[in-house]
């Protein structure tokens, strides 16, 4: 499997940890709280490593594409926590993630002409499938109209983000100096959130360290192997490949979390593997039949 791909894959594994960290984390804190700390904590070390890095932000920047990073990190974050408080962990789970892929797809059909390959098609509807198969799981679904539009909004919000930096990368940006814009300036407009979302939890220790853990390994790190690999794949594949996030976080649940393994998660857990095998590894092409030719012939 190619550098790029694997890249992408490790951080929708760090991506995963998200959940059972705040799981683990203290009582009481509230998750939009918990998000904005988480991209200004990432964004922080991001815009660090980046000045670390001999002339990281040297122009020229789009405005567009940089707003529109920023508007999808900060919309994401507070769209996808309202969606998943209005119909649930499930059906927001299920429409924000599976929806970004495809979101994306159709984001580059329609900017840049560039047609969805069949592959991607069948790799992501094998992985949306597990991504529901996973997620319904976890328990009773219920439907919230309201929910679900909030969930597609994040979906969207995510395509738009990758999109933009994939453009940022292509205009030859380094992926650290991408992330630290998107992130350090998504960290500004989410302080309000995190003001009013009661932030007293971080006053303490185990607070701390939460804050800390999400804001350095399914932040910083991921997104810069993200945007490593985004570098080098278009968004919408780059998209697919971090449905490994929904496995990777159901992994953990059993493992750590004790959580039951059913046999619908481990149905979904198949689908979203096979999607991504589908994806991410590509068969040897057979040899020309007139160069094979050649050399028998030679």
């Given amino acids: 499997m190619p550098t790029a791909r694997l890249h992408v894959l490790f951080a929708a594994v760090f991506f995963g940890t998200t959940g059972t960290a705040q799981a683990l984390g203290p009582d009481g804190t509230d998750p939009v709280g918990v998000g904005a700390a988480r991209i200004l904590v990432g964004g922080v070390l991001l815009v660090g490593v980046a000045l670390l890095s001999k002339g990281a932000f040297r122009g020229p920047w789009n405005p567009r594409h940089v707003c529109a990073a920023v508007a999808g990190v900060a919309v994401y974050q507070l769209a996808f926590f309202a969606a998943v408080d209005s119909t649930g962990v499930a059906v927001g789970t299920i429409v924000a993630l599976g929806s970004a892929p495809t979101i994306a797809g159709l984001f580059e059909w329609g900017l840049e002409r560039r047609r969805p390959e069949p592959r991607w ?16 799981s976890g328990g009773e679904a219920s439907v919230s109209p309201l929910g679900v539009a909030l969930a597609v909004t994040a979906g969207g919000a995510y395509a738009a983000y990758t ?18 814009v998107a992130f350090g300036l998504g960290a500004v407009v989410l302080l309000p959130a995190l003001a009013l979302s009661g932030p007293g939890w971080l006053a303490r220790p185990d ?23 985004l570098r080098r794949l278009s968004a919408s594949e780059t998209a697919t490949l971090t449905l490994a996030e929904p496995l990777t976080a159901g992994v953990l649940g059993a493992v750590v979390l004790a959580e039951a393994m059913t046999a619908g998660s481990a149905a979904g857990a198949a689908l979203v593997l096979g999607g991504l095998l589908v994806l991410g590894v590509r068969l040897p092409r057979p040899a020309p039949a007139v160069a094979t030719a050649d050399r028998l012939a030679g």
Avoid: D, N, Q, W
């Avoid at 098609?121 to 319904?136: K, M």
């Avoid at 999109?163 to 630290?180: D, I």
């Avoid at 701390?208 to 932040?219: E, Q, Y």
């Fill in 207 to 229: 607070g701390i360290a939460l804050a800390l853990f999400l804001g350095i390994v399914p932040t910083a790190l991921a997104y810069v192997l993200f945007a490593r690999g």
């Fill in 121 to 136: 098609v069948v790799a992501t509807a094998l992985a949306c499938g597990g991504v529901v198969l996973l997620a319904l």
């Fill in 163 to 180: 999109l933009a930096a994939k453009r940022m990368l292509a205009a030859g940006h380094g992926p650290e100096p991408v992330m630290a």
